[in-house]
């Protein structure tokens, strides 16, 4: 069964609203959890990785203002798309890792922004 | 910096043909090398993976061998079915701690009756 849940699978709303994507970890302790972007038949970005209890790391290009991070505890780390925009729309996918363990994704949240 | 190559897609085959994914990557020390499966509107599934040269990886008939001397990983399957009809992912992760997954472009494969 899944180890990583995502929340929610898809949304579709208005221009400039924010938005919020849970990633939680569900039988194991995710010290590292990591947030990906992918386009349309293109391969995942990485966008961030976040250490629980500190702030996430954001890779070169990536808005942290933008997309803001939190990982609280050792089980859920949320995306908030702030003022989200048509360009904004893609796939994000989440991830989390143990130490020393495999890295085991969540199944996505498709993000429409009209 | 880490890099990986795979063979673009789509990838089209009748069933029960032979697959195989080219893959090379290039990194400095010893990657880990990893092939993902995501199968349409979902995330990525780990398929299998290799930790160090020669290893075998193997998982759901899928097999790919860690080949140092060619930085290669290529994905090999002998007889697909429509169900790995899916895009496959090769990726590796460096040595250190802080090392994070380098994922190629992606190969899309569909498999027809």
């Known amino acids: 069964g899944a180890v990583v849940s995502q929340h929610p699978s898809w949304v579709i709303c208005k221009s400039g609203t924010s938005v919020k994507i849970e990633c939680r970890s569900l039988?194991?302790?995710?010290?590292?959890m990591f947030w990906y972007r992918q386009f349309p038949k293109q391969s995942l970005m990485l966008m961030a990785t976040?250490?629980?209890?500190?702030?996430?790391?954001?890779e070169q290009g990536v808005e942290k203002d933008k997309f803001l991070i939190n990982h609280a505890s050792l089980t859920l780390s949320t995306l908030t798309v702030t003022s989200a925009h048509p360009e904004d729309s893609s796939f994000y996918i989440c991830s989390a890792r143990a130490p020393a363990q495999p890295q085991h994704f969540g199944d996505g949240t498709r993000l429409s922004i009209l | 910096g880490d890099s990986v190559t795979q063979m673009e897609g789509p990838v089209t085959l009748s069933e029960e043909a032979f697959l195989t994914i080219n893959c090379t990557y290039t990194?400095?020390?010893?990657?880990?090398l990893f092939w993902y499966v995501q199968y349409p509107g979902e995330g990525l599934q780990l398929l299998l993976k290799a930790t160090k040269a020669d290893d075998k990886g193997s998982n759901k008939g899928f097999e790919a061998t860690y080949r140092k001397e060619t930085t290669s990983f290529h994905l090999e399957k002998g007889s697909v079915q429509v169900s790995d009809s899916a895009v496959y992912f090769c990726?590796?992760?460096?040595?250190?701690?802080?090392?994070?997954?380098?994922f190629g472009t992606g190969t899309r494969l569909q498999v027809t009756l």
């Open positions: 990726a590796l992760r460096g040595t250190g701690t802080a090392s994070k997954l380098t």
């Open positions: 990194a400095t020390g010893y990657p880990s």
């Open positions: 039988d194991f302790q995710a010290t590292t």
């Open positions: 976040s250490n629980e209890g500190s702030k996430a790391t954001y």
